[in-house]
């Protein structure tokens, strides 16, 4: 374990903003693969998944979808949180809150109920799911992620260390480089 830790504690001390975005969009590429293929624990095909978009995004070879998908592909007739279809109305709800920086664009906004919306309040979403020590929807995060990154390249931010603390709109320090399993997550509520 102590080996674990300081390995971990000295890849810190080089990780770039750009490491640590591509190393959890490589991840969460592998999460989602596995959740559609309904295994429980990650498999060698898993590890394939995450490795070859690792090395891709990293060389320039493979890049990430682009945002007007998902947003295009996110439920509109309920909560993105908790999947409650609450009438008469779902309320728009910042992923990166206005007040931190986050774009006043459809990127930045999904569907929530009154309930989330309130919970959440002017929490940014990373930070509202490490509040109830959940992991988000991996939907949810591929958007989250997607707007960082957009956010890192337009500011020249890649190439930052994160311990620099570079200062983002976005929650960097608590970007997952960690998943749970398969079994743990899913995609939408
Ligand atoms: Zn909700």
Redesign the pocket.
Known sequence: MAEGRSKRASGEAIETVGDRLYSAYANLAMASASVARGIASYDALSYMVRSRLAKGLRTGAMNVGSLFDDTRKMPTDR?V??A?VPPPALHADHLIPRHRGGPESGDNLVW??R??NVRKSSRDMLEWYASQEQFPPLAVLRRYLKLALAESRTRGLMDVKVVDEPEVTFSLRLVPVKFPPPSGLRWLP
């Open positions: 909560c949180y908790c409650a929530a109920c309930t989330c």
